[in-house]
């Protein structure tokens, strides 16, 4: 038995889960109750949780009387026990309504090969099971659960070091601080090539995360616990006093909620310069503000970010400005839960003053002729090796970079001047700064030829993909009606109360 079967085991209790009404959305966190009390007792923890309230305390118990007992033990520790234990069962309660339900879970999960879990890792499993879950169209569970290969390319690229601030305002379940954790780990034998201080700082005081969802930053608290990483974890919403009042960063690393913010534009923020609805524009904002001199940022964006007008135009050139905007990552369709969602990674680097820091931008093109990622092909780290090696050892993105592929061809109008360039058949290209500033400071830029556009090449999405799409569009149509009529709704007082539309109104 190895981490894959546990995982299979576990999500086989789902059907038990199913068996007394519980959704796809709610049997990840369902079952992360049990297996937090189970993997305290494996790993020798259960001192954090008060006396009478244990797995074992659970165990003895059957019945109705078992069903009882963990409802009250569910509200118990969620304001008893270390702030670990509470920030897990913070709110929490139990779907399940079927004694001997919970009474098979409970004898499944013990019956578990826990020695083997120990030695593969808790933190695996655990991981393994948020993204068996996430890969369930029907769960929803994609939109907090970025594909693993894509946060390895990304962390791979920013390089974070000891010692350095790392933060993920729009944490999810926790990817980004986890891949940032194991790779200075790597780097320094487990922590055990720092000094005492330099440890006690990297365990305790690194990270920085925040997570709107409260069911979420549940998977969050107990996803980083069993990976060893420490640091405020904090449950709320970055575009309020909680993002402002986080710490400048060495590092952000962080995939923001698509959609629109509901209140459309009302600010939340009043350190932002732009006012805006859009989430990504807003967090991009928090992002690249939230750098200290220096620091460094990879943040996945969909495409509108790239090309959106209006405050759109000015946040992007605002943030040419106070950062070095020197790589964009075109990603391929259909990686991520929505299909057909097209987005990008954009990498920048604060600069020491706020103006003229960006001369050029350099983009990779990995998704034109890419295959459709999906259940049938699925993403793997292999896919960004050629991304990583163009993009250079530097993680400031100054490392020296040529066009790669491609006959020679003269591109006068992208350059300063009329040298002879190779790779208009390239995937990775340079743009000079005029040029992006004389495309109104659009950055979706594409230059090669989709050789499946119109052809029969293109994929039909499987239903179940269809249907999260479908979904997660309702769901952003409703969010826009809802800031519009909060919009309209000052228009519609001022007209019922003085008989004509008042300047009050309009934006």
């Known amino acids: 038995m190895n981490t894959n079967d546990i995982v299979g085991k576990l999500w086989s209790l789902c059907h038990v889960l199913r068996d007394d009404g519980i959704t796809y959305q709610d049997y990840v966190n369902e079952l992360s109750f049990l297996l ?11 001192s954090e949780l008060p006396d009478g309230y244990r797995w074992s305390d659970l165990e003895s118990k059957d019945g109705v009387e078992q069903l009882a007992f963990y409802r009250a033990m569910l509200v118990h520790l969620g304001t008893e026990g270390s702030p670990r234990v509470q920030s897990v069962f913070a709110d929490a309660n ?48 994609g939109q ?19 010692g350095e601030v790392i933060q993920d305002p729009a944490a ?84 923001p909620p698509f959609g629109t913010k509901r209140g459309g534009g009302k600010p939340t923020r009043d350190d932002f310069t ?18 200290k001199p220096g620091g460094r940022a990879a943040v996945v964006l969909p495409d509108n970010v790239l090309f959106e007008e209006g405050v759109g135009t000015r946040i992007r050139a605002d943030l040419m400005d106070k950062c070095n905007l020197h790589t964009i990552l075109r990603l391929p369709t259909g990686i991520f839960y929505a299909q057909g969602v097209k987005t990008n990674v954009l990498f920048f680097t604060r600069g020491k003053t706020d ?16 295959p459709a990622f999906g259940k049938r092909t699925p993403l793997t780290h292999g896919h960004f090796a050629e991304f990583e090696k163009c993009y250079g050892k530097k993680a400031d993105g100054t490392s020296k970079r040529t066009e790669k592929t491609g006959g020679k061809k003269t591109c006068p109008a992208l350059y300063e001047d009329d040298t002879v360039h190779e790779g208009e058949e390239s995937r990775f290209r340079v743009f000079s700064r005029d040029f992006v500033r004389e495309r109104g400071d659009n950055l979706d ?49 001022a007209s019922s109360g003085s008989g004509g539309l008042g300047s009050e109104g309009r934006e």
């Open 274 to 291: 732009f006012v805006t609805g859009n989430k990504q524009l807003a967090f991009l904002q928090h992002i690249y503000r939230g750098l």
């Open 355 to 370: 103006t003229g820091n960006t001369k050029q931008t350099w983009v990779y093109d990995l998704r034109t002729n890419m």
């Open 172 to 255: 999810g379940t926790g990817g980004f601080l986890i891949a940032a954790h194991q790779y200075i780990c790597n780097q320094t034998d487990d922590l055990f090539d720092l000094d005492a201080d330099e440890q006690v700082f990297q365990k305790q005081q690194a990270y920085h995360a925040v997570e709107l969802v409260p069911d979420t930053h549940r998977l969050l608290v107990m996803n980083c616990m069993l990976h060893g990483v420490g640091g405020h974890l904090a449950s709320g919403d970055s575009m309020g006093s909680i993002g402002q009042n986080l710490p400048n960063a060495d590092v952000i690393l962080t995939n």
């Open 36 to 46: 937090f009390l189970k993997m305290m007792q494996e790993t020798g923890q259960e």
């Open 144 to 162: 907090y659960f970025t594909p693993r290969p894509l946060i390895e390319c990304m962390v791979n690229c920013m390089r974070p070091q000891p």
């Open 445 to 493: 830029i594409s230059w090669l030829q989709d050789d499946s556009a119109g052809g029969s090449g293109s994929e039909l999405a499987e239903p179940d993909e269809i249907a999260a799409m479908i979904r997660e569009r309702l769901g952003e149509a409703l969010a826009e009606m809802d800031a519009l009529a909060e919009l309209l709704e000052p228009a519609s007082l």
């Open 94 to 141: 139990t779907s399940l309504r079927q004694p001997k339900n919970l009474s098979k879970l409970v004898q499944d999960l013990d019956e578990l090969d826990w020695y083997v879990a120990r030695e593969e890792g808790l933190g695996d499993m655990y991981e393994g099971l948020l993204e068996r879950n996430a890969s369930e169209k029907k769960s929803g569970a």
